[in-house]
């Protein structure tokens, strides 16, 4: 089955301690995206890739970096979280010639 | 840079009434449309996408989307709403120039939560 998975699904931290959101798609996409979706603001992209070694910011990166070391993997990774990253994230993968982004199922991230 | 506006923040409807939800974007070219949907504690689901060709596109659970290009819009439409279909709708736009470019960057509208009562 086509599918983005993230883990994990849900993450209560405390500020300053690193974390990573791993994400992964088995669609041999080229594209790979996070988002965060906060309340009245919508969703708003943080860092795209797209290929391998290829990344760039979004509308909103600071404070966070990713990696795309492999094709099917694009980690979101947070080196000192602030309560202000609560939120909830999202992964999206698509292929050149797909039209349509796939998205993970979410990750709940609260930073206390 | 893109941007998508849905001046409805909240919507109520009753079941069985029509549905329209705004969309308006900012973009110099024709660019990819697409609304989402996102049920309480779920992800995202795709509901319709416009690319080109015919202006009125179908997709799942019977919402139609019209594209016009005159007025910047791609408002979401449902002749007879069900009680299943209260969730959050996003409008999002996809800036597309070719392989390479910015392709997969969707920015996405605020949201309208919709409301249905029995």
């Known amino acids: 089955e086509a599918q983005v998975t993230q883990n994990p699904r849900y993450l209560i931290t405390v500020t300053g301690k690193k974390l990573t959101v791993t994400c992964s798609q088995n669609m041999n996409h080229e594209y790979m995206s996070w988002y965060r979706q906060d309340p009245g603001l919508g969703l708003r992209q943080i860092y795209y890739s797209m290929n391998v070694e290829v990344t760039d910011k979004g509308d909103v990166p600071e404070g966070y970096k990713v990696s795309r070391k492999e094709k099917r993997n694009f980690p979101l990774i947070l080196e000192s979280p602030s309560p202000n990253q609560t939120s909830l994230y999202f992964c999206a993968s698509r292929g050149p010639s797909t039209d349509t982004q796939y998205f993970g199922p979410g990750t709940r991230l609260t930073v206390l | 840079a893109q941007s998508v506006t849905q001046p409805d923040i909240h919507i109520t409807v009753s079941e069985g009434a029509s549905l329209e939800l705004r969309c308006n974007y900012s973009?110099?070219?024709?660019?990819?449309l697409f609304w989402y949907v996102q049920s309480p504690g779920q992800g995202l689901q795709l509901l319709l996408k416009y690319f080109s060709g015919d202006t009125l596109v179908q997709g799942i659970k019977g919402f139609e989307a019209e594209f016009k290009r005159s007025q910047s819009s791609f408002n979401l439409r449902k002749p007879s709403v069900h009680w299943s279909d209260a969730a959050e709708y996003f409008c999002a736009v996809d800036q597309f120039e070719g392989r390479g470019s910015t392709l997969g960057r969707l920015y996405f509208g605020r949201g309208t939560q919709l409301t249905v009562w029995p």
């Open positions: 973009y110099g070219a024709t660019p990819y």
